[in-house]
């Protein structure tokens, strides 16, 4: 089974301050993917990256930064919380190899910024 | 981009009744997932259905892609099967699009 694990479940961060979610996948996916859930506006993809060291922009990026070093490893940065980012961040991973780029999802991390 | 809607947005059952959850989307696609969030927030994967019929236990779904919808068929629902359940379509190298989600409450 796929296995997408997000380094925290709850996190609770003071605004200004400098945040990363770690997200860990363990099937040799390419793709890896960061969106944020909020009430009434859905998933919004914030970045995505399809290879190590590569990254592009999704809907929202602003205000966040990613960094994938590792295949298995992607990482999102919040340079300077801010109370607008508080949400639910989900992690997901798919692979290109048979072209049906099926996504499995981390359990989340509800982030609040006070 | 492709437009994807989902209907009902609420559903309350008794339990041990039947659903139907439709997803229509907008232009022909290549994939096609039902995924079902459970009240801790983590998305489980349901379906990978871009086309035909399939069932796993109490649940199965059908896509008919030439007329662009999917159904997924909830039958003799538990109180775990509480939640809100998204459809999400994408087109080959194209971000992946999710519905707005049906929420589902089973009651005793």
């Known amino acids: 089974d796929v296995k997408v694990t997000q380094s925290s479940r709850y996190l609770v961060k003071r605004t200004g301050e400098k945040v990363f979610l770690e997200c860990v996948q363990d099937m040799d996916h390419e793709n890896m993917f960061w969106y944020r859930q909020d009430p009434g506006l859905g998933l919004r993809l914030i970045y995505f990256s399809y290879d190590v060291k590569m990254k592009e922009k999704g809907d929202i990026p602003e205000g966040y930064s990613v960094s994938r070093e590792k295949k298995e490893r992607f990482s999102l940065i919040l340079e300077s919380a801010s109370t607008n980012q508080t949400s639910m961040y989900l992690c997901?991973?798919?692979?290109?190899?048979?072209?049906?780029?099926?996504?499995?999802f981390g359990p989340g991390t509800r982030l609040t910024v006070t | 981009g492709i437009q994807v809607e989902q209907s009902p947005p609420d559903l309350i059952l008794q339990e041990g009744a039947n659903s139907t959850l439709r997803c229509n989307f907008s232009d022909s696609v290549n994939n096609l997932q039902w995924f079902h969030q459970n009240p801790w927030g983590q998305l489980i994967n349901l379906f990978y259905i871009p086309s035909g019929t399939k069932q796993n236990g109490r649940l199965s779904a059908t896509t008919v892609a030439t007329e662009r919808y999917s159904l997924l068929y909830i039958s003799s629902s538990q109180t775990t099967d509480s939640g809100v359940y998204f459809c999400a379509v994408n087109t080959f190298y194209d971000k992946v699009i999710f519905g707005p989600g049906t929420s589902l409450s089973v009651i005793p």
């Open positions: 997901a991973s798919s692979f290109t190899g048979t072209g049906t780029y099926e996504q499995y």
